[in-house]
């Protein structure tokens, strides 16, 4: 199944919110309730302030596709950044700089259906993270 998908490059403050607005777009067409919209354009937020704050830029990808069998918006940050030295360290509540929301990857995870990272000191950052689409939509 080829998925289309929405590319932003994620450089400048800016462009965190052109990525909020795409992601709050597609949950629109997709059906999804207001409540999950602002749930999915937070946690763009949170990781693409990462990308601007840690790795300097990247971008974020914005796509749906089958995950575990079902229709999901899918989220992908990607950047070539220092990457994250410890993964278990960053996804534990309380681990901030104080630069995003306050809710980082922890808030992240919460607002989406899954969060996955793929990331090693050097090599850059991936994170995966996606929402179901609601059934009859």
Do not use: C
């Amino acid at each position: 199944m080829a998925a289309e998908q929405v590319v932003i490059a994620v450089k400048v403050s800016e462009d965190i919110v052109t990525a909020r607005q795409a992601g709050h777009e597609l949950g629109a067409q997709l059906g999804f309730t207001l409540t999950d919209r602002t749930m999915i354009s937070t946690a763009i937020s949170e990781i693409a302030r990462n990308i601007t704050s840690y790795a300097g830029s990247g971008e974020i990808r914005l796509l749906v596709d089958l995950r575990e069998g079902r229709r999901a918006l899918i989220v992908q940050a990607e950047d070539q950044g220092p990457g994250i030295r410890d993964i278990p360290r960053a996804l534990g509540d309380g681990y901030s700089t104080g630069r995003g929301l306050g809710l980082g990857l922890p808030g992240a995870r919460r607002l989406m259906d899954r969060l996955t990272i793929d990331s090693a000191p050097g090599r850059g950052t991936l994170i995966e993270m996606w929402k179901w689409v609601p059934d009859g939509a």
